[in-house]
């Protein structure tokens, strides 16, 4: 990567400021360079290059990303909400020494409230089937259907006080990721990484420092909309 030190106008701002990006993550820029003019006696005079940076970008950028994010947190609370009452909770087990995906050899349906139907594609991985539901660590346990060797039950546990008090657990355990954690989605991993770029900003500028200000003003929005979502799936929980 070149070592020059780049002219930087923030756009929008009524004086240029003038700041090294050497490394800068140039997505966020708007480019604006000067081509290099002839001198006298045939000699090229290269001009410095002239980058132009919109700082409200980084406002839209962050809002954005933090929409993404309010959406998969109120998908994945509504998952866990479901609880094992959902026909996916299979879905990522493997199967057989093979380690078959299991929506390759079974697929399973939900029958009235407690109970889930597994049907195995081909009977000779009904065993397998077994034993890689109770080897999940989820406390069931498959029975076979009388006269049917392609079909288990699945009997859920009832939901009692203590079940909603752990479900509402495992809300707060997703919450808590999504709002501050090392996970790329998380709302403090995607400031943080913001703020990262801001940094090599003329702080000074009081664009950048009224930019700051909001990102800092939308990551809260965004939290307190979060800690709302985890509020109604509790409240759901709790009502059941």
């Known amino acids: 990567m070149s070592t020059q030190a780049f002219r930087v106008v923030l756009a929008g701002t009524k004086n240029a400021s003038f700041v090294n990006v050497r490394g800068f ?44 994010t309010l959406e998969l947190h109120k998908k994945k609370l509504a998952e866990k909400k479901i609880g094992t009452a959902s026909p996916a909770i299979f879905n990522d087990l493997k199967v057989g020494k093979d380690g078959q995906k299991f929506t390759n050899v079974a697929a399973t349906s939900l029958k009235g409230r407690n109970s889930l139907i597994v049907t195995v594609f081909d009977p000779k991985d009904t065993k397998n089937v077994v034993s890689a539901i109770m080897g999940a660590g989820m406390n069931l346990n498959p029975e076979r259907i009388p006269n049917n060797d392609q079909q288990l039950k699945v009997s859920l546990p009832p939901i009692t006080t203590e079940t ?14 999504y709002k501050h954690s090392a996970m790329k989605d998380s709302l403090g991993h995607i400031r943080s990484e913001i703020m990262k770029d801001l940094k090599h900003l003329e702080k000074k500028n009081d664009d950048v420092k009224k930019v700051i200000q909001d990102i800092e003003k939308v990551h809260k929005e965004y939290v307190n909309k979060l800690q709302e979502q985890l509020k109604q799936a509790e409240k759901s929980i709790m009502n059941q």
């Open 25 to 68: 993550n140039s997505s966020a820029l708007l480019f604006a360079k000067k081509k290099a003019k002839a001198a006298k006696g045939g000699k090229n005079s290269t001009e410095e290059p002239l980058e132009v940076i919109d700082v409200k970008k980084y406002v839209k950028d962050a809002t954005n990303q933090f929409e993404k």
């Open 164 to 177: 909603r008090q752990a479900l509402c657990k495992d809300l707060k355990k997703v919450f808590e990721d």
